[in-house]
């Protein structure tokens, strides 16, 4: 690796709330890796600007995630956390990556298709580009680590690709390669009206989600809800097979708990889902609750999340220009 340090970088976009997908799939293990290792998280604004966002909405909602973030326990004295457009280093190494990325590539990312849909010559031209602004995210502090949900998985690893062809186009060893983290039971959180659909924060249902703000009553009616099957809870994960919504279910019992797929199986063995529902809502509550009761009170003091988000962009900053200068350097733009 060009880098001999662990840095770990992550993201998430200001649109919408955050849900249990990104709590579990993502936010989760970034606070457990703060203890670790020198952390950067970010809220993307500049991303979610590739879908058209009304302005104070993009503002509320970057504050929001940002009180989110802090509210689950990323501890601005440990993490950097920041939101993207503060720190202009990622718009500008993007646009070098926009050079080095083939069209090929990006021609691939499912998420690309999925998002534009049938609609593909209609959406913005940043939308296509996306993937090469997350690139430059992460490769503008040289991050070497990077922890996120499986849907995150193909995007970086064009995050490699880009690293690799950037070394080998100038004959450097600058760029390190990034290793994806993708932990936990709960990877891919499923939607909880549809197994086969993820966890969004774009579902147009209220009910395919549980977010991070949502009260003790609404977690445990949207369990109930949740769709499932009328099999019982089989005595391993192996069994749960062709049964996604089952899975889903179990998988989150168990990254809440801190417990294996298995484990969560054998604990629940027989028993039908209404009575596993049960149990499963009073864990969430327990875990959510105290985030949402935080949120709430952070809501309260914009002030203090903008004064975490500025100081954070300015350590952000301090990292992040000289490896924008020594990327200038590499590709011989002129500094006289
Ligand atoms: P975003 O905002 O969609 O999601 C933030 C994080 O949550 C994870 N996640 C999930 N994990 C499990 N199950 C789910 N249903 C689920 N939904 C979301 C995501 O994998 C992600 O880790 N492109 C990124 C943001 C980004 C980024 C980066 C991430 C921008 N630059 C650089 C890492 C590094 C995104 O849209 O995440």
Same mark, same amino acid.
């Given at each position: ?24 799939g ?27 966002q ?25 993490s ?16 070098v ?15 690309? &298709?999925d ?8 959406v ?6 996306? #993937?090469n ?8 502090? &040289? ?21 690799? &062809?950037?070394?080998? +186009? ?33 579902? #147009?249902? +209220?009910?395919s ?5 949502? +009260? ?5 009616l949207?369990?109930?809800?949740a ?7 089989p ?17 989150i ?8 797929? +298995? ?6 063995a027989? $028993? ?10 009073d ?31 300015? $350590? ?6 000289p ?14």
């Amino acid at each position: 690796m060009a880098t001999g340090q662990t840095r770990v970088f992550s993201g998430v976009q200001p649109t919408g709330n955050l849900h249990l997908g990104n709590y579990l799939g993502a936010i989760r293990n970034w606070v457990d890796l703060q203890y670790r290792y020198e952390c950067l998280y970010c809220v993307v604004d500049l991303h979610a600007i590739t879908i058209f966002q009304e302005p104070k909405a993009l503002r509320d909602s970057t504050r929001e995630v940002a009180a989110g973030l802090i509210a689950a326990g990323i501890d601005p004295r440990r993490s950097i956390l920041f939101n993207q457009s503060q720190v202009p280093a990622h718009a500008e190494l993007a646009w070098v990556i926009n050079c080095i990325t083939r069209l090929g590539w990006l021609n691939r990312m499912t998420q690309f &298709k999925d998002k534009a849909g049938k609609n593909r010559e209609a959406v913005s031209s940043g939308l296509y580009v996306y #993937p090469n602004l997350m690139a430059a995210d992460i490769l503008v502090y &040289k991050a070497t680590h990077v922890p996120v949900g499986e849907d995150q998985k193909q995007h970086l690893e064009l995050t490699r690709d880009v690293a690799q &062809k950037f070394n080998n +186009d100038y004959g450097v060893n600058f760029f390190p390669e990034v290793e994806p983290l993708i932990l936990g039971e709960a990877t891919r959180v499923m939607s909880l009206r549809d197994g086969a659909k993820k966890m969004s924060k774009s579902d #147009p249902s +209220d009910y395919s989600r549980i977010t991070m703000t949502d +009260d003790a009553d609404t977690i445990a009616l949207k369990i109930r809800k949740a769709k499932t099957d009328p099999e019982p809870i089989p005595e391993t994960a192996a069994s749960l097979s062709g049964r996604p919504e089952a899975a889903n279910l179990i998988g989150i019992y168990g990254a809440l708990s801190g417990q294996s797929r +298995d484990q969560v199986c054998a604990a629940f063995a027989g $028993k039908g889902f209404a009575e596993f529902k049960n149990a499963l809502a009073d864990l969430c509550v327990e875990k959510l609750a105290p985030i949402a009761e935080e949120m709430r009170r952070l809501r309260q003091d914009p002030a203090y999340v903008d004064s975490v988000l500025r100081e954070g962009a300015a $350590k952000a900053r301090a990292l992040a220009e000289p490896i924008l200068r020594e990327v200038h350097d590499i590709v011989g733009f002129l500094r006289p």
